[in-house]
């Protein structure tokens, strides 16, 4: 069942988050404006991005889901039974369920940001596995968080599912890295999901589908900011673009605006031009190497790997 539900966000008086209100304004005044992808996830985004993994065109999750499925023997035999499993940034993550199956732990421990989200799952995921202890911590895991102190002698495995950490630029993923590394201890694994840098037509569909989703999911942040940060932003005059940066290996989420304009932000004034964009997402990419790289360069050994052909999307097993 749920333990108990930890808190560690700071809010205002207004109950807005007091980091989101710093990064709207200190991104809407770069020279390209730019908002960390973080701020998608209110109730609303995660109900898009839910939506978006269902999309034909949006292969990662299926990919990672089918990873899971065809591996979870092998999976078993590489983790072993006993271990805390802490998972990052969970949302209503439906591929946790295959984990706990394969592998038997000792306790669940969901860190994610959107609380409401946070709480729905954990409920629901105590419910489908009954003894299984479930410690939830509404935190932004890209600082070092309090774990609950049940799981302490207990041996970790990180979970870090979906790519997530392709949003950062490889400085902020490492840093990242370094943080789990230290507070899952020595003895600690990590199962983490990469995207492969792949054709640019699979990418841009995946990041730009016909039915519009990923659109609206872009769009959203605006109304988030509209909405908690009493924004008067004229959303109708944005549209949504998806590009792939090649020398980055990212595809790259923009909010393009269509004419030139002003708006507030908590009474703070902006000004945009038409074309100027507002940089919402990266979403790197990386090969085989560069993720070996960049997760011993966090402080983690790979040990394993399970890779899923078409479109390419990797699982990997690494140690502390
Ligand atoms: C949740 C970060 C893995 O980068 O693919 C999906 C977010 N953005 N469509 C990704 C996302 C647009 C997603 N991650």
């Known amino acids: 069942g749920v333990v108990r539900h930890l808190r560690q966000v700071d809010a205002d008086h207004a109950g807005?988050?007091?980091?989101?209100?710093?990064?709207?304004?200190a991104g809407l005044s770069q020279a390209q404006k730019a908002i960390p992808a973080r701020w998608f996830y209110d109730a609303t985004g995660s109900a898009l991005f839910e939506d978006i993994t269902a999309l034909p065109e949006y292969y990662p999750t299926r990919s990672e889901t089918d990873l899971l499925k065809r591996h979870a023997a092998d999976l078993a035999q590489a983790i072993g039974p006993g271990r805390a499993v802490v998972e990052l940034g969970s949302g209503s993550s439906t591929k946790t369920p295959l984990l706990l199956d394969a592998i038997s732990p000792a306790a669940y421990v969901p860190v994610d940001i959107s609380g409401d989200f946070l709480r729905d799952s954990a409920e629901q995921l105590a419910e489908r596995f009954p003894g299984l202890p479930v410690y939830p911590v509404e935190a932004d895991f890209t600082q070092p968080v309090p774990l609950p102190r049940e799981i302490c002698p207990?041996?970790?495995?990180?979970?870090?599912p979906g790519s997530t950490i392709g949003n950062m630029v490889a400085r902020t993923a490492i840093d990242l890295l370094r943080i789990w590394r230290k507070a899952l201890g020595d003895?600690?694994?990590?199962?983490?999901?990469?995207d492969?840098?792949?054709?640019?037509?699979?990418?841009?569909?995946?990041?730009?589908?016909?039915?519009?989703?990923?659109?609206?999911f872009n769009l959203n942040l605006l109304e988030r900011i509209n909405r908690e940060l009493g924004g008067d932003i004229a959303t109708?005059?944005?549209t949504h673009r998806a590009v792939w940066n090649d020398v980055n290996a990212r595809i790259e989420m923009h909010l393009v605006?269509?004419?030139?304009?002003?708006?507030?932000?908590?009474?703070r004034a902006y000004h945009m031009a038409k074309?100027?964009?507002?940089?919402?997402?990266?979403?790197?990419?990386?090969?085989p190497r560069d993720a070996?790289?960049?997760?011993?360069?966090?402080?983690?050994?790979?040990?394993?790997?399970?890779?899923?052909?078409d479109p390419a999307f990797a699982l990997i097993l690494a140690e502390a």
Request: net charge negative; proline share 3%.
């Open 236 to 238: 109708a005059n944005f």
């Open 187 to 194: 003895g600690s694994q990590l199962l983490i999901g990469i």
């Open 257 to 267: 605006a269509e004419c030139d304009m002003d708006f507030t932000v908590d009474g």
């Open 196 to 216: 492969r840098i792949k054709d640019r037509e699979t990418l841009i569909a995946a990041y730009d589908d016909p039915a519009g989703v990923t659109a609206a």
């Open 292 to 309: 070996s790289l960049l997760l011993r360069a966090g402080g983690w050994t790979p040990v394993a790997s399970w890779d899923d052909a």
């Open 275 to 287: 074309g100027e964009t507002i940089h919402s997402e990266n979403s790197h990419k990386y090969g």
């Open 16 to 25: 807005v988050d007091v980091a989101f209100r710093a990064d709207v304004h």
């Open 154 to 160: 207990l041996p970790k495995l990180g979970f870090f």
